[in-house]
């Protein structure tokens, strides 16, 4: 291989494919960066095996075409000091020569052979998109759900965000057992029917790589097993999680609920908030507090070794009185992303069934959260 390239435009892309490469010890391959010339252009490549980005850019003169595949942290370091606008890639001898104007540099290759024979060339202009998205509109869903995922891939029925389609609205459904989220948009246009589990490492991948590139449409597609999410320079593919997702409209079609706070979403943040700093490093139940709820008034009580709080406030309360032990963090983790100015309603059953959270008057946003055992 021989290219000359534009250096900005080639960190650009390098920036790309990097969101899904992680330090992989058992395969170092796969912590590398794979390029390969096709045609006047330079083809990307980054993967973890379970998802993988691709891109392509202009060369400003192919010499001579070859593919490679190299350490990107020590290139992409070294290219944002050079001040040319073009520089020379060379493969010499199996190393990776660099070539501006006042420098001249070589790294070590990997064997390009060794690297997952990945990928596939699907044509698109030849296949109808199943849904169309903004993709701004959709980092901000995946980061409203993927918080109640579950973290570990021990389970991976759960390791995941669920898909689904119910005529023009797309759900979108997390869970860790302990919570679940449940959010569901209005699509124009959905022309098959969805229902999958989208991996976490691919939601999170997918995540920062659409908070770093501007808005544009995406492109869903869902072939021979994987999924598709296709841009106009960039295209994100990934496997699908095949077990069963846990049956979650059995846990929303819960009418039991027979007890209802209603709040202001900031006040309710700023209280957890306080509440967290003593609950946090609590060593019996990490960030458990208690709360009591009776006639127009919430009390909340959070301790740990060395310090305690007490709340009291005033607020809109309608049922039996309660008392309930509840996780701060996860009461937090979905409250932050509501509208700071909007009233929510936390609906009970009993200390020992779950809280329904959500902004009042809503129904497409949802959060159902298991609570914690009381102590004495």
Request: hydrophobic share 40%; with cysteine; glycine share 2%.
């Amino acid at each position: 291989m021989k290219i000359q390239i534009e250096r900005i435009e080639f960190l650009k892309r390098l920036k790309v494919v990097e969101k899904t490469i992680t330090e992989n010890k058992i395969k170092p391959i796969i912590s590398c960066a794979y390029i390969e010339t096709r045609g006047d252009n330079l083809f990307f490549c980054g993967t973890n095996l379970e998802t993988t980005i691709t891109t392509e850019m202009k060369c400003k003169e192919v010499i001579e075409s070859g593919k490679i595949v190299f350490q990107h942290q020590l290139v992409e370091e070294y290219l944002k000091e050079l001040k040319d606008e073009f520089v020379v890639f060379s493969e010499i001898d199996g190393n990776l020569v660099i070539e501006s104007s006042d420098s001249s540099s070589e790294f070590s290759l990997m064997n390009v052979e060794d690297f997952p024979k990945i990928l596939v060339d699907e044509d698109f202009s030849q296949k109808e998109e199943i849904f169309k998205i903004n993709s701004i509109e959709l980092a901000e869903i995946l980061e409203k759900v993927k918080y109640a995922a579950s973290s570990s891939s021990d389970n991976l029925s759960i390791n995941c965000v669920r898909m689904e389609n119910e005529n023009k609205k797309l759900k979108f459904i997390t869970t860790d057992t302990y919570r679940l989220v449940y959010l569901e948009k209005e699509i124009e246009k959905i022309n098959e029917n969805i229902d999958v589990s989208i991996p976490l490492n691919t939601v999170e991948a997918l995540t920062k790589l659409l908070r770093s590139i501007e808005s544009t449409d995406i492109s869903f597609y869902f072939i021979n097993r994987q999924i598709f999410f296709k841009m106009e320079e960039v295209l994100v593919i990934s496997r699908i999680i095949d077990m069963s997702f846990p049956n979650y409209k059995g846990i929303l079609g819960n009418n039991s609920y027979n007890k209802k706070l209603t709040i202001n979403a900031e006040v309710f943040l700023k209280m957890l908030k306080r509440i967290t700093i003593f609950v946090r490093n609590n060593n019996e139940t990490k960030y458990g507090a208690t709360f009591y709820l009776e006639k127009k008034e919430m009390q909340v009580h959070g301790v740990n070794e060395v310090a305690k709080i007490n709340e009291v406030l005033e607020v809109n309360y309608e049922g039996e009185n309660i008392k309930i032990a509840l996780n701060t963090k996860f009461l937090s983790d979905f409250v932050q992303t509501l509208n700071k100015n909007k009233d929510i309603t936390l609906e009970f059953i009993a200390s020992n069934s779950s809280v329904k959270i959500k902004e009042e008057e809503a129904n497409d946003y949802l959060y159902v959260l298991m609570p914690l055992a009381l102590k004495d």
